[in-house]
T-cell receptor, first 113, second 120 residues
Framework: EAGVTQFPSHSVIEKGQTVTLRCDPI?????LYWYRRVMGKEIKFLLH????????ESGMPNNRFLAERTGGTYSTLKVQPAELEDSGVYFC???????????FGPGTRLTVL | AQTVTQSQPEMSVQEAETVTLSCTYD???????LFWYKQPPSRQMILVIR??????QNATENRFSVNFQKAAKSFSLKISDSQLGDAAMYFC?????????????????FGKGTLLTVNP
């Protein structure tokens, strides 16, 4: 069974540009989470989807971040326009139900210059 | 809000020896879950061990065990007979056990991580 996959693995963009990160959860997992780790800090929760609905987006830093999960399968996280402080590793995780184990993807390392 | 603290940014251990990674947390909840995740270099984060707060018995998974002290809000990870493959970043994490809907009950709250080096 394929695990959680994320694309791209690395992205380097300039301040002011737009970047879209993609996450493909494990097949059949209704729950999808986005997290972010800024250099030297904790991994922080961004948001949680149940199927295509946003269950909790309390961790989204500001309105430059837009997450979607059309059709309840893969999810995208768009940053527009990117700022220097957006640099970090963005992790996606999925779980079958809310209370079950979250399986993580390898992360996307975003560098904003 | 819950917080998780890992006070050891880096640790090292000799192969075959035992090492303990520390984690403390702060919460006002009585029902919650604690986790240790492992992220090897350039690889995905995987769950090592999980502890339910209502269980008094410490969780164990082969060479990995925890020392869960609920009153002290401490959750340390012990790795016995360390192997080279144990080298990784280890994250302690907390999740609420509340099951009411409409909130952030399922998110994980992480510590900053402890980088473990295993020396041959």
């Amino acid at each position: 069974e394929a695990g959680v996959t994320q694309f791209p693995s690395h992205s380097v963009i300039e301040k002011g540009q737009t970047v879209t990160l993609r996450c493909d959860p494990i097949s059949g997992h209704d729950n999808l989470y986005w997290y972010r780790r800024v250099m030297g800090k904790e991994i922080k929760f961004l948001l949680h989807f149940v199927k295509e609905s946003k269950q909790d987006e309390s961790g989204m830093p500001n309105n430059r971040f837009l997450a979607e999960r059309t059709g309840g399968t893969y999810s995208t996280l768009k940053v527009q326009p990117a700022e220097l402080e957006d640099s970090g590793v963005y992790f996606c995780a999925s779980s079958q139900v809310e209370v079950s184990e979250q399986f993580f993807g390898p992360g996307t390392r975003l560098t904003v210059l | 809000a819950q917080t998780v603290t890992q006070s050891q940014p880096e640790m090292s251990v000799q192969e075959a020896e035992t090492v303990t990674l520390s984690c403390t947390y702060d919460t006002s909840e009585s029902d919650y879950y604690l986790f240790w995740y492992k992220q090897p270099p350039s690889r995905q984060m995987i769950l090592v061990i999980r502890q339910e707060a209502y269980k008094q018995q410490n969780a164990t998974e082969n060479r990995f065990s925890v020392n869960f002290q609920k009153a002290a809000k401490s959750f340390s990870l012990k790795i016995s007979d360390s192997q080279l493959g144990d080298a990784a970043m280890y994250f302690c994490a907390y999740r609420s056990g509340a099951t009411n809907s409409g909130g952030s009950n399922y998110k994980l709250t992480f510590g900053k991580g402890t980088l473990l080096t295993v020396n041959p």
